[in-house]
């Protein structure tokens, strides 16, 4: 299936700017049956951002990002866990496409998301984030000071709209990178978020869900939130 037939798909959706209960039950078989259903997950959701954009000179911006949202629930059920990811999974790069599996995470993500990593530079990824600041979750991020000043990071520019952002001010790297999403899952791992680490390196990233887990991971990104403030 190409974007274009794709594109159609999802445009017969938007014309009464809503999912109806057979349109919803139509898009998950029709990917089942692809034989590929996380991939073409993935694919659904990206055109129906991109089209979201054009849809919002069609009807009110509340109208578009609730058939957004309901695009976003009818691939990924709750039953997944929100975000189309299970209690523990393992990413591997290059070619598992991890770029595009975090970028869904911050499009799933509904109330916050604390970001603490080395650096970011992969703009599939920044743009997700930029896109889950403007629907109004709540985005902290946490970087290395001397890798934001680098050439093609997105730090800048996440800063210019409106995302807070803090440094580490120390001669030491802060090295680390994990990623809360609305208090619930954690992913981390030796991924860092450039196009090389996705497309080239040999990187791994995990992705969790366990309760206790998660809240060590997030004592430690308020515990460094305060310290660079």
Not at 39 to 44: G, L, S, V
Not at 93 to 113: H, I, Q, Y
Not at 179 to 190: E, H, N, P, W, Y
Request: charged letters at 30%; glycine letters at 8%.
């Amino acid at each position: 299936m190409n974007d274009a037939e794709i594109d159609a798909i999802l445009a017969q959706t938007w014309d009464d700017q809503r999912l109806s209960r057979s349109e919803k039950k139509a898009l998950k078989q029709l990917i089942e049956d692809t034989g590929r259903p996380d991939d073409e997950r993935h694919r659904f959701r990206r055109r129906a951002f991109e089209l979201a954009t054009g849809f919002l000179t069609e009807g009110p911006s509340g109208d578009v990002l609730a058939w957004l949202e309901e695009v976003v629930r009818a691939l990924w059920p709750p039953s997944q866990n929100g975000g189309g990811v299970a209690q523990a999974e393992a990413l591997f790069s290059p070619g598992g496409d991890v770029a595009e599996r975090l970028a869904g995470m911050f499009d799933a993500a509904r109330r916050s998301v604390d970001v603490c990593v080395f650096t970011i530079t992969d703009n599939r990824v920044s743009k997700a984030m930029g896109r889950a600041h403007q629907r109004g979750v709540k985005l902290r991020v946490i970087t290395d000071d001397m890798k934001s000043l680098d050439l093609g990071s997105d730090i800048e520019r996440l800063e210019s709209r409106g995302v807070n952002v803090r440094t580490d001010g120390d001669p030491a790297h802060m090295h680390h990178k994990f990623a809360i999403f609305d208090g619930a899952r954690v992913l981390t791992g030796s991924y860092n978020w450039t196009r090389s680490a996705n497309e080239e390196n040999y990187e791994n990233a995990v992705i969790v869900s366990e309760p206790a887990l998660v809240r060590q991971f997030q004592d430690e990104f308020d515990k460094l939130w305060r310290g660079f403030a």
